[in-house]
T-cell receptor, first 110, second 114 residues
């Protein structure tokens, strides 16, 4: 069965600082991978998706970027965080019939 | 993706059945109906999906209208652990890349009373 690891689980960062969130997937190969963000009281917003190593598609232009250096590794980054970047960040991979989500990282930007 | 309409919130009593409705009047012939739920402070969890026929699994049942313009997620005996936001999502059968993405609306917040 598939497992998704995300770290850190929680993070508090000052405005203007860099960000790196990591997602790794086990139990599958060549998955489609997704980064979502959920702001407080709102639905999930797709940020990036990747169909393979080095292949990144952005759904929403913003100060975030994503990279996929390995088949089962997906990284979300920022050079300078904004207050509006606060939220719950979720990594997901495709499974038969749907998507499987990781436990998420709760980011607070102060 | 076609849009779905769900009630903002519903309440249920523990150990009673719950019927969560979803309208999707603009569904296309290749759209699957997916249901996910999200417990507080957790990522979404797949519940069930179907195309035309009613579906059952260990978590729930999915009843799909004959014209496919609406569906109902059925929890046969609600427990306190079923309190969550339930999302009804249409997803094209092409799972790859952006076309396979899930578009989450606001969902239905289900409260379960003991």
């Amino acid at each position: 069965s598939q497992t998704i690891h995300q770290w850190p689980a929680t993070l508090v960062q000052p405005v203007g600082s860099p960000l790196s969130l990591e997602c790794t997937v086990e139990g599958t190969s060549n998955p489609n991978l997704y980064w979502y963000r959920q702001a407080a009281g709102r639905g999930l917003q797709l940020l990036f998706y990747s169909v393979g190593i080095g292949q990144i598609s952005s759904e929403v232009p913003q100060n975030l970027s994503a990279s996929r250096p390995q088949d089962r590794q997906f990284i979300l980054s920022s050079k300078k965080l904004l207050l509006s970047d606060s939220g719950f960040y979720l990594c997901a991979s495709n499974i038969a019939g749907g998507q499987f989500f990781g436990p998420g990282t709760r980011l607070t930007v102060l | 993706d076609a849009k779905t309409t769900q009630p903002n919130s519903m309440e249920s009593n523990e150990e009673e059945p719950v019927h969560l409705p979803c309208n999707h009047s603009t569904i296309s012939g290749t759209d699957y109906i997916h249901w996910y739920r999200q417990l507080p402070s957790q990522g979404p969890e797949y519940v069930i999906h179907g195309l035309t026929s009613n579906v059952n699994n260990r978590m729930a049942s999915l009843a799909i209208a004959e014209d496919r313009k609406s569906s109902t997620l059925i929890l046969h005996r609600a427990t306190l652990r079923d309190a969550a936001v339930y999302y009804c999502i249409l997803r094209d059968r092409d799972y790859g890349g952006s076309q396979g993405n899930l578009i989450f609306g606001k969902g239905t917040k289900l409260s379960v009373k003991p």
